[in-house]
């Protein structure tokens, strides 16, 4: 995201969503707690559970490491609504835009090797790469893919491969030079995706593996992450400890979601992980790039130099007010992302980290340099509130903070954010012309239209209704219901995505449709369903 869908760009209160089905209870797994663990957090298991429980995730993991230990991993949960098995330090989850952490530090050990340099033109190592501005795509480094400065805007291109499409790798890519820029190049910082796979390409034209090859074995197999793999639905067996994700279908209804495989962009977002593991990944990153393997001789993953390239600050990030005042706290001095990491500071330390998002999962992973200190929290619901109130006691813990009730303050930001959202609609309600009917018959917007990006969207009349199908794109098809005049809303046959969409259909004098465009409905659907980017034109008939 991610969307990834609700990637969690910034770890803020805008990314937080409502409230209604009560999770299944199951206790806290007791956390395996040390000496390294404060005192603040010795009601942590109950706290953890509490804020389960606020906010409708039915299971959460977390772990926390110090000083190169392991202080704390536990469960709390379940890993599936009505079934019984519990979410445990072992629990695999998808960490979705966590994974771009991985793919940077892929690049930084290719690096190390001098097979590459992260100053390489990106054209020198892919010939055919091509943004839609040649200067961009003359200039554009194997840095830049990493620091979301490109020019493209927030979520270009995300419907290539979001909701899952049919397209490969290659084709994203190549569909890339049609994407258009709305913003000068390195000029400010928007996320993006799809620069990642490119990205991964890169990873595997230079070393001649697969992206999820390369990973597994130089990085996952030296550090032991037996728990963790990339494109886990396509091998999870009926006895593995893997959570499900769940949405809330329609904003309210919460349901378990089907898993998904993301094939054509797996360096953006691709690997499911357990805490247990990923302990040992920030204990690595933690420790400058180095591990202790299996018999006891420390190794090196990446060097020094690299890590610090990869949590230097390279694009900055307006930095917003909080959206409720219980959040001021908050609010960093500082604010930008580096490679494969956001960068800020909470209470004068300096924070690096990231947030996932995929369907019907998010989590939060957050490295303390200074004080050894790694926190990473999992979830199987889309609540951000949920891994950031989890994420903010801990580090109160260590920072010895003032008390913060953080389960109070995100609560408040997701009530804040729910208003926003509904008195968006009121206004959407209060335009609305009522009683206008389309211009047109329902026949005279049936057709096959192209974007240049993105390709074709079918609009067919069945059943005595106009439907709405993205070629590529299984998951959105739907029914268009007329609004007013001749826009309608694409309402997803799919209620988990949470996207519906206003469709506006665009005359020619003649009345015949010359353009489509598209929008999202609410301010809560995430913003990888950049409807809003596409150029929907009629496709000539050959007849």
């Known amino acids: 995201m991610t969307r990834l869908r609700y990637l969690l760009a910034f770890g803020v209160t805008s990314f937080v969503f409502g409230l209604a089905a009560q999770a299944q209870d199951a206790p806290a797994t007791p956390p395996a707690a040390t000496a390294a663990s404060p005192t603040a957090l010795a009601d942590f298991a109950a706290y953890v559970d509490a804020t389960r429980k606020q906010f409708d995730v039915p299971g959460i993991a977390v772990a926390i490491v110090k000083d190169g230990r392991v202080v704390m991993e536990m469960g709390s949960g379940v890993r599936k609504l009505g079934d019984p098995a519990k979410v445990d330090a072992h629990t695999q989850f998808a ?102 796979a490119v990205a991964g390409l890169v990873i595997e034209k230079v070393s001649g593996l697969p992206y999820a090859e390369f990973v597994r074995q130089r990085i996952f197999t030296p550090l032991g992450m037996t728990e963790s793999r990339i494109n886990a639905p396509e091998r999870i067996g009926p006895s593995d400890d893997v959570a499900m994700g769940h949405a809330k279908f329609n904003f309210k209804d919460l349901k378990p979601v089907e898993p ?80 494969g990491w956001f960068v800020s500071d909470y209470r004068g330390h300096k924070l690096v980290w990231h947030t996932g998002g995929w369907p019907g999962m998010v989590s939060r992973l957050t490295l303390v340099p200074d004080l050894k200190l790694g926190i990473v929290v999992l979830t199987n619901q889309e609540s951000g509130a949920a891994f950031q109130a989890v994420t903010m006691r801990a580090l109160d813990a260590y920072l010895d903070a003032p008390k913060t009730d953080w389960i109070a303050a995100y609560a408040a930001a997701v009530k804040k954010s729910q208003a926003n959202a509904d008195d968006s609609m009121k206004k959407h309600e209060a335009a609305r012309a009522k009683g206008a009917k389309p211009s047109l018959p329902l026949d005279g917007y049936v057709g096959t239209y192209r974007d240049p990006w993105y390709g074709d969207v079918v609009v067919e009349k069945q059943g005595g209704k106009l439907t709405m199908r993205f070629a590529k794109t299984a998951q959105l098809t739907g029914t268009l219901d007329p609004w007013q005049h001749d826009t309608f809303i694409a309402h997803w046959n799919d209620r988990s995505l949470n996207g519906d969409a206003f469709v506006n259909f665009a005359l020619d004098p003649d009345g015949k449709v010359r353009e489509v465009r598209m929008e999202p409905v609410s301010p809560l659907t995430d913003f990888s369903f950049d409807f809003q980017d596409l150029r929907l034109a009629p496709v000539e008939s050959r007849n």
Do not use: C
């Open 260 to 339: 998904m495989s993301w094939r054509n962009n797996e360096a953006a977002g691709g690997i499911y992980a357990s805490v247990h593991d990923l302990a040992k990944w920030m204990n690595a990153q933690l420790a400058g790039g180095t591990y202790t393997d299996a018999a006891g001789k420390e190794q090196r993953l990446f060097s020094a130099a690299r890590q610090n390239e990869m949590w230097s600050l390279l694009t900055p990030i307006h930095i917003p007010e909080p959206s409720v005042p219980e959040l001021k706290a908050t609010k960093p001095n500082f604010s930008g992302y580096g490679e």
């Open 95 to 196: 960490i979705a835009s966590n994974t771009k952490a991985f793919t940077a530090a892929s690049l930084a050990i290719l690096a190390d090797e001098k097979k590459l340099d992260m100053n390489d033109r990106v054209v020198d190592r892919l010939p055919w790469f091509q943004m839609s501005d040649p200067y961009v795509t003359r200039e554009m480094r194997i840095r830049d893919l990493l620091a979301h400065r490109s020019g493209l805007s927030l979520g270009a291109g995300d419907l290539l491969y979001w909701p899952a499409t049919t397209y490969t790798t290659e084709e994203v890519v190549q569909r890339l030079r049609h994407v258009p820029l709305t913003n000068s190049f390195r000029a400010e910082y928007a996320y993006d995706n799809i620069l990642f």
